[in-house]
């Protein structure tokens, strides 16, 4: 009897502290697994599934509250090529993304050029009409001087040819439909290169009829500059000629709480959303440094009327 009291001891004390289950009618009493983890309810997700609902979500952070587009680049030993172009949004910014074949155009040949900037300093001081609307989302026209308010840009491939002379290509072009600025202490608008992840879905371009691998992502961060400090501008579309969106059924226009990347994927503050938040902790603690130093002159004002004149006697 005694040996059957030890055997459910430990039992009695795994069942109270809701550790791993007993099987009823065990002679051993060894607890037996049967915890989610080893029974699952429902079907069971494959990894290929995995991998595609990944990819998925990673192509809809592509285009959020933006859109998806082609550029034709046109070569001249070659025939013309259609690259992705990706567009996306949140309150602070805007991300342009260009697709390209890096066995084509290799990512060392990359060239971007973003032109019309405000100084950071001016983010909350952008006026002005944006009154050209040109398409000039394919316009061959080499003249990088041409006037544009809001300002280009411009992703270009530098290779080499047969001759050794440095061969200009342009990927993509077009002008700026609204206002942007640097970052703090940047003196120019920065890209990087991203990895292509394909999601089988024939977006990658197309050269001469076949498919272009698409593996490498140009892409390029421009910080929204407005007329003042606390207004949001929804752009229409990433460059003027393109196809312009409805910004009134973007979500975050009725709740700004709402994660720039809702779209499953982990939400992320940017460089720009940190600097605007540091910039506005710094001016709420400079207006109340402000308001303290007045209400400290108004009563020492007070302090000196109220003060009476004291007499004081000389000796002769």
């Known amino acids: 009897s005694s040996s059957s009291s030890s055997q459910s001891q430990p039992q009695s004390k795994l069942q109270k502290e809701g550790d791993l ?3 009823s009618g065990s002679i051993s009493g060894d607890a037996v697994d049967i915890s989610p983890s080893s029974h699952c309810d429902g079907p069971t997700v494959s990894p ?8 998925r979500q990673w192509h809809d952070r592509l285009i959020h509250n933006g859109g998806k587009h082609h550029f034709t680049v046109n070569t001249k030993n070659q025939a013309n090529i259609k690259l992705p172009v990706y567009w996306s949004q949140d309150r602070y910014e805007v991300t342009l993304r260009l697709g390209i074949p890096s066995t084509t155009f290799p990512t060392r040949s990359i060239r971007v050029r973003v032109t019309g ?3 950071y300093a001016d983010r909350f001081s952008a006026v002005g009409s944006g009154a050209m609307m040109a398409d000039t989302t394919n316009d061959d026209d ?3 001087d041409e006037p544009s308010y809001y300002g280009s840009v411009e992703i270009i ?3 080499s040819n047969k001759n050794n002379k440095e061969e200009k290509i342009v990927l993509l072009k077009g002008k700026l439909p609204r206002p942007i600025h640097l970052n703090k202490d940047e003196d120019e608008i920065d890209y990087e290169i991203e990895d292509y992840l394909d999601d089988g879905n024939g977006d990658n371009g ?6 272009e691998h698409i593996n490498k992502l140009v892409t390029i961060t421009m910080p929204k500059a407005v007329p003042m400090h606390g207004m949001v501008i929804w752009w229409d579309c990433p460059l003027i000629g393109y196809p312009q969106i409805d910004v009134s059924a973007i979500q975050e226009r009725q709740n700004p709480l709402l994660s720039a990347n809702n779209t499953g994927g982990e939400a992320r503050t940017s460089t720009t959303q940190q600097h605007q938040k540091q910039q506005t902790n710094k001016d ?4 109340a440094f402000q308001k303290a130093w007045e209400e400290a002159h108004v009563m020492f004002r007070e302090k000196m009327k109220a003060k ?3 007499e004081v006697e000389m000796d002769d």
């Open 21 to 23: 289950p007993t099987v």
């Open 48 to 55: 290929t599934d995995k991998k595609r609902e990944k990819i």
């Open 117 to 119: 900037a405000l100084s």
């Open 142 to 144: 080499d003249n990088d």
């Open 157 to 159: 491939s530098c290779v």
């Open 206 to 211: 197309s050269k001469g009829g076949n498919d």
């Open 284 to 287: 709420a603690k400079k207006e």
């Open 308 to 310: 009476k004149k004291q």
